[in-house]
Protein backbone atom coordinates (compact mmCIF):
# COMPACT_ATOMS: atom_id res chain seq x y z
CA UNK A 1 0.00 0.00 0.00
CA UNK A 2 2.30 2.59 1.27
CA UNK A 3 6.41 1.43 1.52
CA UNK A 4 9.06 3.78 2.77
CA UNK A 5 12.64 4.12 2.14
CA UNK A 6 15.22 5.50 4.19
CA UNK A 7 18.58 6.32 3.27
CA UNK A 8 21.68 8.28 3.89
CA UNK A 9 23.03 6.58 7.28
CA UNK A 10 26.74 6.10 7.26
CA UNK A 11 29.63 6.49 9.50
CA UNK A 12 30.48 10.26 10.35
CA UNK A 13 32.87 11.49 13.42
CA UNK A 14 31.47 13.26 15.97
CA UNK A 15 30.23 16.46 15.74
CA UNK A 16 29.58 15.78 12.08
CA UNK A 17 26.58 16.07 10.23
CA UNK A 18 24.03 13.71 8.03
CA UNK A 19 20.89 14.33 6.25
CA UNK A 20 18.72 11.37 6.18
CA UNK A 21 15.97 10.92 3.68
CA UNK A 22 12.82 8.83 3.85
CA UNK A 23 10.67 8.40 0.88
CA UNK A 24 7.01 7.20 0.56
CA UNK A 25 5.76 4.91 -2.40
CA UNK A 26 2.82 3.55 -3.69
CA UNK A 27 -0.41 4.54 -5.13
CA UNK A 28 -3.54 6.52 -4.26
CA UNK A 29 -2.58 7.56 -0.74
CA UNK A 30 -2.15 10.42 1.80
CA UNK A 31 0.37 11.04 4.36
CA UNK A 32 -0.48 12.38 7.92
CA UNK A 33 2.33 12.58 10.37
CA UNK A 34 5.78 11.27 9.98
CA UNK A 35 8.10 10.08 12.38
CA UNK A 36 11.81 9.64 12.67
CA UNK A 37 12.76 6.88 15.14
CA UNK A 38 16.00 5.16 16.03
CA UNK A 39 17.20 1.89 18.25
CA UNK A 40 20.23 2.50 19.35
CA UNK A 41 21.92 -1.41 20.23
CA UNK A 42 20.78 -3.14 23.32
CA UNK A 43 17.72 -0.52 23.41
CA UNK A 44 14.10 0.16 22.61
CA UNK A 45 12.72 1.95 19.41
CA UNK A 46 12.40 5.59 20.49
CA UNK A 47 11.08 8.61 18.79
CA UNK A 48 13.30 11.32 17.21
CA UNK A 49 11.34 14.11 15.52
CA UNK A 50 8.00 13.90 14.01
CA UNK A 51 5.97 16.45 11.48
CA UNK A 52 2.34 16.48 11.09
CA UNK A 53 0.49 17.04 7.88
CA UNK A 54 0.27 21.00 9.16
CA UNK A 55 3.92 21.26 9.65
CA UNK A 56 4.42 20.92 13.12
CA UNK A 57 7.19 19.69 14.39
CA UNK A 58 8.18 17.73 17.77
CA UNK A 59 11.60 17.12 18.66
CA UNK A 60 13.07 14.31 21.65
CA UNK A 61 15.02 16.17 24.38
CA UNK A 62 17.97 14.86 23.55
CA UNK A 63 18.41 15.85 20.06
CA UNK A 64 16.68 19.16 20.26
CA UNK A 65 18.63 21.78 18.62
CA UNK A 66 20.92 19.82 16.92
CA UNK A 67 18.31 17.76 14.71
CA UNK A 68 15.37 19.35 12.27
CA UNK A 69 13.00 17.34 10.28
CA UNK A 70 10.92 18.67 7.35
CA UNK A 71 9.35 17.22 4.74
CA UNK A 72 8.47 17.88 0.97
CA UNK A 73 4.88 17.62 0.82
CA UNK A 74 5.41 16.91 -3.27
CA UNK A 75 7.70 14.30 -3.53
CA UNK A 76 6.26 12.29 -0.45
CA UNK A 77 9.77 12.67 1.62
CA UNK A 78 10.37 13.63 4.98
CA UNK A 79 14.10 14.54 5.94
CA UNK A 80 15.83 14.06 9.29
CA UNK A 81 18.82 17.08 9.21
CA UNK A 82 20.97 15.85 12.32
CA UNK A 83 24.50 18.07 13.06
CA UNK A 84 26.45 18.33 15.66
CA UNK A 85 26.64 14.21 16.07
CA UNK A 86 27.44 12.64 19.28
CA UNK A 87 28.39 8.76 19.69
CA UNK A 88 25.16 7.99 21.67
CA UNK A 89 23.25 8.85 18.12
CA UNK A 90 24.47 5.81 17.32
CA UNK A 91 21.52 4.16 16.31
CA UNK A 92 19.43 2.41 13.33
CA UNK A 93 17.20 5.02 12.21
CA UNK A 94 13.37 4.57 11.13
CA UNK A 95 11.00 6.38 9.45
CA UNK A 96 6.99 6.09 9.80
CA UNK A 97 4.31 7.12 8.36
CA UNK A 98 0.58 7.07 8.88
CA UNK A 99 -2.19 7.83 6.39
CA UNK A 100 -4.99 6.43 4.18
CA UNK A 101 -4.66 4.62 1.29
CA UNK A 102 -7.47 5.02 -0.81
CA UNK A 103 -8.71 1.48 -2.81
CA UNK A 104 -12.33 -0.20 -2.70
CA UNK A 105 -12.01 1.30 0.33
CA UNK A 106 -10.11 3.75 2.63
CA UNK A 107 -8.21 2.48 4.91
CA UNK A 108 -6.07 4.15 7.35
CA UNK A 109 -2.37 2.38 6.99
CA UNK A 110 1.20 2.86 9.78
CA UNK A 111 3.90 2.32 7.25
CA UNK A 112 7.60 1.47 8.68
CA UNK A 113 10.86 2.01 6.52
CA UNK A 114 13.83 -0.64 6.64
CA UNK A 115 16.20 1.51 8.88
CA UNK A 116 19.73 2.83 7.91
CA UNK A 117 22.68 2.41 10.14
CA UNK A 118 23.85 5.72 11.71
CA UNK A 119 27.53 5.08 13.46
CA UNK A 120 29.27 8.17 15.08
CA UNK A 121 32.48 7.50 15.52
CA UNK A 122 34.79 9.53 18.91
Known amino acids: QVELAESGGGLVQAGGSLRLSCAASGSSFSLNDMVWHRQRPGQARDVVAS???????NYAASVKDRFTISRDYAKNRVYLQMNSLKPEDTAVYYC????????????????WGQGTQVTVST
Open 51 to 57: ITKQGDT
Open 96 to 111: SADGFHYGMEITAVRS
